[in-house]
């Protein structure tokens, strides 16, 4: 690429993990329509086109219609892996060495498919990629809190047979009125069965959210999280006791929880010492992958090259990985940090 700002240079040189990816949002709407006519599924739009322009979102809700409906071409093993392949891809392309993904079962066992056939797809993409390209990777099972904990425990009862397949559960969908204490007991039930929890909170919701998914869930990380800055107090904790937050910039943008991405707090996040890194949420309907979400903070927020360093720092120390590999991907980054600042 010509003229190429030295900084995107060392973003995508740089090795990398992904805690925040919903699986069901890395559909492309050439995949949809693929899916689509190998399942004989209509879908209300006429073209590629037409899908891309129907991703104009106000709120999480008007997103969260259309990746509902979206996630409907998926009912196959083989359409679960196609999916999971392709996004593994991606990663691959952005130097993305670890990945952390989210599936929604809900979404999928309301229809009529089967959790296994979910389960068995994803799984087999995620080894492949590890054999193939060395990306390792934890699954994450996420309870829908629109739905009743009575759903979730249901869930989580279709999923008893698997749990050594789960590597932790998490919380996602509509979080206004769906506050962390509505699943107290099913978290608490989860925590009893050895999988850790993390849980969407603070991104449309209020910092309140933040303490009860802290508080009543145990929540490991934070996703999302940028609405902690309106409460110091809950600020101080989330440094004093390294939460990780998993933030993404270009989902808050298209989902108008900022309405500039030059006003996204990221900095302000790093300053206040917190464990924040840039993920891509739902790439496909958000406009980029991870590396596209980096390069647009650098850009619009003016990232430094130690901000960007430190970013994917906290995105190793986050993730799940046992100490000593993220002792090696640290010593990494240390050694390709160098090499930039030496302008190699
Ligand atoms: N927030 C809540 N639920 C979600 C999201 C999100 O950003 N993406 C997919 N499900
Ligand atoms: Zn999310």
């Not at 397949?165 to 509509?174: E, K, T, Y």
């Not at 006791?241 to 998993?246: C, Q, V, Y």
Request: hydrophobic share 45%.
């Amino acid at each position: 690429m010509m003229n190429e700002h030295p900084l995107d240079q060392l973003i995508r040189a740089l090795p990398k993990a992904e805690l925040h990816l919903h699986i069901e949002g890395s559909l492309e709407p050439e995949m949809m329509f693929a899916l689509a006519e190998r399942n004989e599924i209509e879908l209300p739009y006429a073209s590629v086109e037409e899908v891309r322009a129907a991703y104009n979102f106000t709120d999480l809700q008007s997103f969260l219609d259309l990746y509902y409906a979206g996630a409907g071409v998926l009912i196959t093993e083989q359409d679960f892996y196609d999916l999971t392949w392709a996004y593994l891809k991606r990663a691959q392309a952005d130097h993305i060495v670890h990945t952390e993904i989210f599936f929604d079962p809900q979404t999928h066992t309301a229809r009529g498919v089967e959790f296994t056939t979910v389960l068995s797809g994803i799984l087999r993409a995620l080894r492949q990629a590890e054999d193939q390209f060395g990306i390792t990777s934890k699954l994450i099972m996420c309870f829908l809190r629109h739905l009743s904990e009575e759903d979730g425990f249901a869930t989580l009862e279709l999923a008893m047979p698997y749990l050594d397949r789960i590597d932790g559960v998490g919380l996602d969908s509509g979080e206004r009125g769906n506050p962390p204490e509505k699943f107290a007991r099913l978290f608490a039930r989860c925590a009893e069965l050895g999988l850790p929890a993390v849980a969407h909170a603070g991104e449309e919701g209020p910092a309140e959210y933040i303490w009860q998914a802290l508080d009543l869930l145990n929540s490991r990380r934070i996703d999302h999280g940028v609405r902690c800055t309106e409460d110091p107090a809950l600020v101080a904790r989330l440094a004093a006791e390294r939460i990780p937050l998993t933030v993404c910039p270009l989902s808050n943008l298209k989902l108008c929880v900022v309405d500039d991405l030059a006003k996204h707090n990221l900095r302000e996040l790093l300053a206040a010492g917190l464990v924040a890194m840039v993920n891509s949420d739902d790439p496909a309907y958000f406009g980029g992958y991870l590396n596209q979400n980096l390069l647009a903070c650098r850009e619009k927020l003016a990232l430094t090259a130690a901000e960007i360093i430190q970013l994917v720092r906290n995105s190793i120390e986050a993730s799940w990985l046992p100490d000593d590999t993220k002792a090696f991907w640290q010593a990494e980054i240390t050694r390709i940090a160098a090499r930039h600042a030496q302008g190699e």
